[in-house]
T-cell receptor, first 116, second 113 residues
Framework: NAGVTQTPKFQVLKTGQSMTLQCAQD?????MYWYRQDPGMGLRLIYY???????DKGEVPNGYNVSRLNKREFSLRLESAAPSQTSVYFC???????????????FGPGTRLTVT | GENVEQHPSTLSVQEGDSAVIKCTYS??????FPWYKQELGKGPQLIID?????GEKKDQRIAVTLNKTAKHFSLHITETQPEDSAVYFC????????????FGQGTELSVKP
């Protein structure tokens, strides 16, 4: 049982390049989330998916797109990377139902992205 | 929208002492308050959480208190050990908001042997 896995672990991009961050969970969780973590700012929610086939914006969605490919996988895409997107990206999952989604979130190990 | 403020940003204690981290939130509709611990190079991990229908919750050396009137909640760690050294984050969430957590800025706790 691997929990939440993320690939890649590290990535360096040039401004304007695109890439997709991959996330998968093997806990049969309904909800999945993407956060970014910047020094002194805690974690900020980018997008989330409360169930397969649905996605919603979080606090900082601009410049990102997401796909809930199936119940296990939730990807984050940067279409045209900018230096302001240099950050550590965390994926998380939760068993929450639609009625009350306040359940423990399990985090992956993170992807450290640098945009030059 | 919701805003969560966390203090202090750094905290250094001697092994065996207690540590207290405080958070305030702005939205009175928030009803779920988790605390996460993040070790270097890893993702955050839940250590304790509290819902708005209780004022205090304990789990061994860790406790969380909630004051809904003042809109603040605190993490208390007793008998600290070097392995408690990490960054701690508080967060707040509301019902039916998709599980969206609003995090505080984090507290770097250092426990000196």
């Amino acid at each position: 049982n691997a929990g939440v896995t993320q690939t890649p672990k590290f990535q360096v991009l040039k401004t304007g390049q695109s890439m997709t961050l991959q996330c998968a969970q093997d806990m049969n969780h309904n909800s999945m989330y993407w956060y970014r973590q910047d020094p002194g700012m805690g974690l900020r929610l980018i997008y989330y998916s409360a169930s397969e086939g649905t996605t919603d914006k979080g606090e900082v969605p601009n410049g990102y797109n997401v796909s809930r490919l199936n119940k296990r996988e939730f990807s984050l895409r940067l279409e045209s990377a900018a230096p302001s997107q240099t950050s550590v990206y965390f994926c998380a999952s939760s068993e929450g139902t639609r009625r009350d989604l306040n359940y423990e979130q399990y985090f992956g190990p993170g992807t450290r992205l640098t945009v030059t | 929208g919701e805003n969560v403020e966390q203090h202090p940003s750094t905290l250094s204690v001697q092994e065996g002492d207690s540590a207290v981290i405080k958070c305030t939130y702005s939205d009175s509709a928030s009803n779920y308050f988790p605390w996460y611990k993040q070790e270097l190079g890893k993702g955050p991990q839940l250590i304790i959480d509290i819902r708005s229908n209780v004022g205090e919750k304990k789990d061994q050396r860790i406790a969380v208190t909630l004051n809904k009137t003042a809109k603040h909640f605190s993490l208390h760690i007793t008998e600290t050990q070097p392995e408690d050294s990490a960054v701690y984050f508080c967060a707040a969430s509301k019902r039916n908001q998709g599980g969206k957590l609003i995090f505080g800025q984090g507290t770097e706790l250092s426990v000196k042997p």
